[in-house]
């Protein structure tokens, strides 16, 4: 059984930098045809697909942030990582890691507030 596990800051300031990890378990981030994303969920806001990278190692980004996105991998530690810059407090959400739309991280929560 795959399990995700996020890791990472709660609060910033604004114009900081969000990073993020996922740790992976039961699965490996290299192999198989899926995707590892990065989805967020604001208040009083459905879910956000930030980004993701495919098994081969090939990100993708959302056009809306594409920009201030930068999704990575470690191989080695079977993790990929969210980079997100100069955040607001627009950023503020749940911040999840997904599998190919099956499996979930808890999430963490991030809060951008001075």
């Known amino acids: 059984q795959v399990q995700l596990q996020e890791s990472g800051p709660g609060l910033l300031q604004p114009s900081e930098t969000l990073s993020l990890t996922c740790s992976v378990s039961?699965?490996?981030?290299?192999?198989?045809?899926?995707?590892w994303a990065w989805i967020r969920q604001s208040p009083g806001k459905g879910l956000e697909c930030l980004g993701y990278?495919?098994?081969?190692?090939?990100?993708y980004y959302s056009s809306s942030l594409k920009s201030r996105t930068s999704i990575s991998r470690d191989t080695s530690k079977n993790q990929f990582s969210l980079e997100l810059s100069s955040v607001t407090p627009a950023d503020t959400a749940v911040y999840y890691c997904?599998?190919?739309?099956?499996?979930w991280g808890q999430g963490t929560q991030v809060t951008v507030s001075s």
């Open positions: 039961g699965a490996s981030i290299t192999t198989g045809t899926v995707y």
């Open positions: 997904n599998r190919g739309g099956d499996s």
């Open positions: 990278i495919s098994y081969s190692g090939v990100s």
